[in-house]
């Protein structure tokens, strides 16, 4: 089997720029290889967390990681607790490669890498000794079902100090997948403290998800935790006790054993979804084509098809926006921003292009309310600073927008 591994420069939607990681057909990760205190999936932000609160109890904490990927967290511990201690299994030498020559891993990092299968390494490794083991192999194409199993879980737990925890990002449809119910079931038999984590509170939502399992020796807390995103909002929700056992329990959720774990099976549903997002994502690129040779009116097209087979691809809609303000068509512009903002509140590049439309109509007022929001989404977001203070030099706030043209 031949697998691709790629490399490319993108922007995130809150505006960072950013290195995105491709393992064949699949986004890996986003990596800030100028700053490893940036991170930018939402899953890698609850791992943080939960390693946040370990090191108010103990700083030299030790963390043993489940994939390197683009070596995103254990950069951010790194750097972060500079008193841990970091063990990363990476089956793939040349994942590590390439996070050493293009995401910012340097050859000086204490950062430890055993380029193995983690469960041919763990009957290697010291026991009861990692405060955290996070499992970060999963994706919604591709699952090791030998890293799923109860078996395995007993492995982890092994390494694992008294109050240890096991952290593993999942993806899966709550409520229409299986593969989640059945992983969560199967750490209850070796876990006494299981708990189900997103970035959201919304737990109706049934739409393909990425959620942190966590299995934990000794009850967890998220009282303790102290990360917040730039705008001040919580990176981390757990899914209430009680609402968590009437969902498993509501459930026909299989044991995965290693002899037991049709993985792929459970995961049918999240493939066929994942089609579906396919072929919003296949009219999206064509916009992109036809945005990039000039053709904007067949672009809003494909844009707008998008969209109707993917209402939530907050992506088409803020593009076809920018095609409208392309064409001088400013309210359509701003319904479009407007609608990217309802569908991502996070979208910094979204509210940036909704404060540029209003500056065409002349409401500073409007303006500057979209800039402020840009800023406090990503506060390193330098062009928002100068249009801010263009912004305030034409309404005569002169010291405002000195402030914001030093900054």
């Not at 960072?16 to 986003?30: F, G, R």
């Not at 390197?68 to 990476?90: D, N």
Request: charged letters at 25%; proline letters at 4%.
């Amino acid at each position: 089997m031949v697998s691709c591994i790629r490399v490319t420069d993108t922007i995130t939607e809150r505006g960072y720029e950013a290195k995105a990681l491709h393992l064949d057909k699949l986004i890996h990760n986003y990596v800030s290889p100028d700053d490893p205190s940036i991170l930018l999936d939402s899953y890698n932000l609850i791992f943080g967390e939960l390693a946040d609160i370990k090191a108010q109890r103990d700083p030299s904490l030790r963390m043993f990681f489940i994939g390197g990927g683009g070596y995103t967290l254990p950069r951010y511990i790194e750097q972060r607790h500079p008193q841990s201690i970091l063990e990363v299994a990476e089956i793939d030498p040349e994942v590590t490669r390439v996070a050493f020559d293009y995401l910012g891993l340097r050859r000086d990092t204490r950062i430890v890498t055993f380029n193995q299968d983690a469960r041919v390494l763990m009957p290697e490794l010291p026991k009861n000794q990692y405060d955290l083991v996070i499992g970060d192999a999963f994706n919604d194409i591709s699952v090791p079902y030998h890293l799923t199993t109860l078996e395995f879980n007993q492995q982890v737990r092994e390494l694992l100090t008294d109050d240890g925890i096991y952290a593993v990002n999942v993806v899966d449809q709550l409520y229409s997948g299986q593969f989640l119910a059945a992983f969560v079931r199967t750490l209850e038999r070796t876990f006494p403290y299981v708990y189900l984590i997103r970035d959201d509170p919304d737990w109706s939502d049934d739409t393909r998800s990425t959620y942190v399992v966590v299995g934990a020796l000794q009850p967890l807390s998220l009282d303790d935790a102290t990360t917040r995103l730039d705008d001040g909002q919580r990176v981390s929700y757990m899914m209430p006790e009680a609402r968590l056992r009437s969902w498993l329990d509501s459930r026909d959720a299989s044991l995965l054993t290693d002899d037991f774990a049709p993985v792929d099976n459970m995961l049918a549903s999240v493939h066929l979804e994942k089609l579906r997002v396919r072929g919003a994502e296949r009219r999206y690129a064509s916009g992109l084509e036809n945005h990039r040779s000039g053709d904007l009116h067949a672009a809003i097209a494909q844009y707008s098809q998008a969209h109707k087979i993917d209402p939530q691809m907050a992506l088409a809609v803020f593009n076809r926006g920018q095609a409208y303000a392309e064409l001088a068509k400013t309210q359509l512009a701003i319904q479009d921003f407007d609608l990217a903002i309802g569908l991502n509140p996070y979208f910094a590049i979204a509210y940036y292009e909704l404060a540029k439309a209003y500056a065409e109509l002349g409401d500073y007022r409007r303006v500057i309310a979209g800039y402020d929001q840009v800023t406090r989404l990503n506060p390193k977001y330098s062009l928002a600073y100068l249009s801010r203070g263009v912004a305030f030099g034409s309404l005569g706030l002169h010291q405002q927008a000195i402030q914001d043209l030093d900054e």
